[in-house]
């Protein structure tokens, strides 16, 4: 695989970096991304995963572009209204680089599904918008081996970490045992978020990612960032591993 | 005193304070003193059997006290806490 005349032009600025060069756009041409969640994480990392020439992505998600939707999830616009989310974002991605392959899957990510699906790809980024979801897609990553690249948002906060057992680093279990119990944390449907900060959140993981692909920087694998939008303030905690983690023990997946 | 900062979603129960201050010589001692203060914050972290519940996470620093000595975590003058429960929007 080599580049092409045109991607060497249109990557030239990530190219010109000593730590991309031609070899690191090669990789990321090379790497395959998979978004579960085409919405409000999922739209800005898309958005600019895309511009950045990975190869190819993926975009999971059962639902249609709904009007309350708009005030963050950027992927989508007034036009594609009431089209499957996946459509709607394989159209905006191809429209920013017709270079790369775009995959949609319009379905809801579950035990049957979701190892079939996460093998044909590199990197996971969780961008859902549930508990349920984020331990299954946290489960299935662990089993096979894939670097997950976790971000979560709740009104004016938002949470940031890379999961990667398979290199040491704790897994999201060591993290937070036990999803809440349903209907003790309400959804962003029922508090609200901020949209920028879904812009915020997801370009931080589409960040990660590309470090992660590209194999440069510092990893946050050992660490949670945690973003608060009012007091301007970015904080990191520690994230060890859990020895008493029940991360196989208590796996959603059989 | 020690600063101990509220994640949003408890923020309604602090009357909007996204940081409080605490005189207390223990996290298991400011979650008692917070509660006095703001009443309901107990039940938020702690479950029944007075348990910090599995989905909420304090660092005294940047150290997460379930590595420390859970509750028992003593706290000193300058220490900064963090109520960091898990969120899932997206």
């Known amino acids: ?254 | 005193m020690i600063r101990v900062r509220i994640p949003t979603p408890l923020r309604p129960l602090t009357k909007g304070q996204g940081e409080v201050e605490t005189k207390a010589g223990s996290v298991v001692e400011m979650i008692e003193s917070l509660n006095s203060t703001y009443p309901g914050i107990k039940d938020r972290l702690c479950d029944e059997t007075g348990e910090l519940r599995r989905f909420v996470n304090i660092y005294v620093n940047e150290e997460d006290i379930r590595f420390l000595t859970g509750k028992d975590t003593p706290l000193k003058n300058g220490d900064e806490v963090s109520i960091v429960p898990a969120i899932a929007g997206g």
């Open chain 1, 1 to 254: 695989m080599e580049l092409t005349e045109q991607e060497i032009e249109r990557y030239s600025r990530h190219i010109i970096l000593q730590d991309v060069g031609g070899k690191g756009q090669l990789k990321l041409k090379r790497a395959k991304v998979l978004l579960i969640g085409a919405g409000g994480l999922g739209s800005p990392a898309g958005l600019y995963l895309a511009a950045a020439g990975i190869g190819t992505i993926g975009l999971v998600d059962g639902d249609v572009v709904d009007l309350s939707n708009l005030q963050r999830q950027i992927m989508h616009s007034t036009a594609t209204l009431g089209q499957p989310k996946v459509e709607s974002g394989r159209k905006t991605l191809s429209a920013i680089n017709p270079e790369i392959t775009i995959n949609a899957y319009r379905q809801l990510v579950d035990a049957e599904n979701i190892l079939p699906l996460i093998s044909q790809y590199d990197i996971v980024l969780d961008g859902s918008d549930n508990f349920t979801t984020r331990f299954l897609v946290n489960d299935a990553c662990f089993f096979a081996k894939k670097t997950l690249i976790s971000a979560s948002m709740f009104r004016f906060e938002g949470q940031l970490t890379t999961i990667k057992p398979h290199q040491g680093y704790p897994c999201y279990r060591c993290l937070y045992p036990e999803p809440p119990p349903a209907g003790l944390v309400p959804n962003c449907q029922e508090a609200g978020v901020l949209g920028v900060l879904a812009g915020t959140m997801g370009v931080l993981q589409a960040s990660e990612a590309i470090k992660e692909i590209l194999g440069i920087g510092e990893t946050i694998a050992d660490k949670l960032l945690i973003y608060d939008a009012l007091d301007m303030k970015f904080r990191k905690v520690g994230r060890p591993k859990d020895p008493a983690c029940r991360s196989i023990a208590s796996l959603i997946l059989p």
